[in-house]
């Protein structure tokens, strides 16, 4: 047999942040053509780990070596003059460019703004055949599902021949269809020699695709895996030091008075479409009302126009009796809402403000976070210290900033924040995405608790498993319409996977 080529290494790297040793010591490598998955809970260094690679920060300590020699990777420029890409954890990109413009942008080969487009255009349609990637150069970027836009980061790496192709976490935001058709081509790109880095924290997608698994645990390597040799239960436990209890503990519970009435609700999207027709539902005190469906149904415009960050344009939205349509969130927060919002760095946190102030952002100008108008910074702290300690963020203090935070760990302070306050209704659309199992398992924990004091929860999910192990009545969402509603004991995940599919419904 032969030895593998061996197309990047990181020798003892090591990588100090204020506070936190995000990478210690670390050796890695990647195999021509191999897809090696990198695991590890939220804030182990996953993407620490790619930043320096990627030339976006550099390390304290230790070599990285590409194609068998010494590489110097002070920048992303450096790194790409070495065939190295990267789609990041959250995307780059410019809305209000074309695909083109966007795929250009930062091109050194670009002088003084000016270039031929057509040539630029023709090659990404070359790329986007090349790959099955069905990308339109003229498009913008703003309007194109995720699925797409994603992949104009992966035309955006190949348009700089990149050989290495680095993921992050590039299935948390994908329907299943979509991260089906990401695993395609990302086989096709290894079939021609590239090779990819897949950081993901869904342990099925590891063991479906990966070559390699190397699992990561507090800035440190834990282990290099094959699939064929390890299985979820092994992998959760390498990554988090424990065994991981994978399904949530749930005991009936009588339902209550409906909290949340919505009725005929009619919603319009930013392109002025309506995607959101005539829906009726209620959510009681003590019940989850699961909402299924494949993302882009709808759900997002829904759960906007209930938290108050769009205003329908029909129907009456009722919280407690309270008639509260086309209010504006605060008005609703304080009539009882906990939001877990989509969106979780537009809508869930103000990124230049410390973990302390973020784990208020609702509540700060209410006792005991204010006293007659003034802030009272010793909540504040109390506050956050109990917060971080019960959801297990990872931040070296209250005082960082929550742009510091690994993506994992953001959202776990707006899922502490949402799940801690005193709410009747509690909205959470995608409340564990991006979320190591550790963390999943502790957050549906804390879901079935608040559901048992009473609280009224819409829960708003893309992961089927979720939405089965937390309901107590699953609503399916289609077209921008509930297609059907049924008894969560009572289904199959073949039978909703057939409604989020458009089956024809008999009893809706
Ligand atoms: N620019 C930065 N400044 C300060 N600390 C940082 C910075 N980037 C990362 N960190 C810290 O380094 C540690 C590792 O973070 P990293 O983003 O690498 O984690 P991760 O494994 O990618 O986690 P996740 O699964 O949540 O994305 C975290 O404790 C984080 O707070
Ligand atoms: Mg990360």
Redo the contacts with the bound molecule.
């Keep these: 047999m032969t030895e593998p080529t061996i197309v990047l290494e990181a020798k003892g790297i090591t ?1 100090q ?4 040793l ?2 210690d010591n670390v050796n890695f490598d990647l195999r021509k053509g191999e897809i090696h998955a990198l695991l ?12 320096l690679l990627y030339g976006l ?1 550099n390390p304290d300590k230790g070599e990285i070596d590409v194609n068998g020699k010494t590489a110097v990777i002070h920048s992303p420029n450096d790194s790409i003059a070495l065939g190295i890409g990267m789609v990041h ?1 959250h995307f780059m990109l410019i809305p209000v460019f074309t695909v083109a413009e966007n795929v250009m942008l930062g091109d050194e080969s670009v002088k003084n703004g000016s270039l031929d487009r057509v040539a630029v255009a023709a090659r990404i349609t070359e790329i986007s055949k090349q790959y099955g990637l069905d990308v339109d150069p003229n498009a913008l970027v703003g309007p194109l599902p995720v699925g797409i836009q994603q992949r104009v980061e992966i035309v955006k790496t190949l348009y700089r021949n990149a050989e290495i192709v680095i993921l ?2 590039p299935t948390a935001v994908l329907t299943p269809q979509e991260a089906e058709d990401l695993f395609r081509i990302m086989r096709d790109l290894t079939a021609r020699g590239v090779s990819i880095i897949f ?1 993901t ?1 869904k342990l099925k997608e590891v063991l479906a695709v990966a070559d390699r698994i190397t699992v ?1 645990r507090a ?1 440190r390597v834990i282990n290099t895996v094959k699939p064929s040799e390890t299985d979820s239960a092994q992998l959760a436990n390498m990554m988090v030091g424990r065994q991981v209890i994978l399904t949530v503990d749930k005991k009936d519970h009588e339902a209550a008075d409906e909290v949340l009435k919505v009725e005929g609700i009619t919603v319009r999207d930013q392109r002025d479409l309506e995607t959101v027709h005539n829906v009726s539902f209620s959510v009681r005190g003590g019940e989850v009302l699961g909402i299924a469906g494949v993302q882009g149904n709808g759900q997002t415009e829904l759960s906007e126009a209930l938290t108050g960050l769009r205003r329908p344009t029909g129907g009456k939205v009722t919280i407690a009796g309270k008639d509260l349509t086309g209010k504006p969130p605060r008005i609703i927060t304080e009539a009882g809402l906990g939001h877990i919002p989509e969106d979780r760095q537009r809508h869930g946190l103000v990124l230049s403000y410390s973990v302390a102030d973020n784990m208020a952002l609702c509540d700060y100008y209410h006792a005991p976070f204010s006293s007659r108008g003034v802030i009272q910074p010793k909540a504040l702290d109390e506050n956050s210290r109990k917060l971080i300690s019960a959801f297990d963020v ?3 203090s209250p005082f ?1 900033n929550a ?9 776990k302070v707006i899922v502490a924040r949402e799940l801690s306050r005193d709410v009747k209704l509690v909205i959470a659309n995608q409340p564990t995405r ?3 199992v550790g963390s999943i398992e502790y957050i549906h924990s804390e879901i079935i608790k608040m559901r048992d004091r009473g609280v009224a929860v819409l829960l708003i999910s893309a992961e089927l498993d979720e939405i089965m192990a937390l309901s107590d009545r699953i609503a399916v969402m289609y077209r921008g319409q509930i297609v059907a509603v049924v008894d969560a004991k009572q289904t199959t995940r073949e039978q909703l996977g057939l409604w989020m599919a458009g089956a024809h419904v008999e009893t809706a």
């Design positions: 990588k942040f204020p506070g936190v995000a990478n590890g809970e939220n804030g182990a260094g996953k993407s620490t780990l790619m930043n920060h954890q992050d976490e950081i924290h990561m800035g990872r931040t070296p960082v742009g510091k935070l690994s993506g994992g760990n953001q959202q991006g979320l190591d």
